[in-house]
């Protein structure tokens, strides 16, 4: 079975640093999409940034020159670090392995990350 298991996450102050992983399992992981996504209560699931097999990259504008995502693939791992925090960055922050072929999709449980003074 497929596990995406997030790690990182906390309370930091606005400026600050944090830095997410998220390590997957029973997948093949090298040559797979992964993302990482965030949701505030009532609001839509949103993609923050993603990252292809082949190490290719995008980002939401709102992050765009304060996060970067990464991956290590003999670690089975992808990476969301974070600079800069501010608080509207407050949400709880999910990993995706994306759909390939007729591969399903498939979500972490998310890891909370609050930025307050």
């Known amino acids: 079975q497929v596990q995406l298991v997030e790690s990182g996450g906390g309370l930091v102050q606005p400026g600050e640093s944090l830095r997410l992983s998220c390590v997957a399992s029973g997948i093949a992981f090298n040559g797979r999409t992964m993302g990482w996504y965030r949701q505030v209560p009532g609001k839509e699931r949103e993609l923050v940034a993603g990252?292809?097999?082949?190490?290719?990259?995008n980002y939401a504008d709102s992050v765009k020159g304060r996060f970067t995502i990464s991956r290590d693939n003999a670690k089975n791992t992808v990476y969301l670090q974070m600079s800069s925090l501010k608080p509207e960055d407050t949400a709880v922050y999910y990993c995706?392995?994306?759909?390939?072929?007729?591969?399903?999709?498939?979500w972490g449980q998310g890891t909370q990350v609050t930025v307050s003074a």
């Open positions: 990252i292809s097999g082949g190490g290719s990259t």
């Open positions: 995706k392995a994306e759909s390939r072929g007729t591969w399903l999709p498939y």
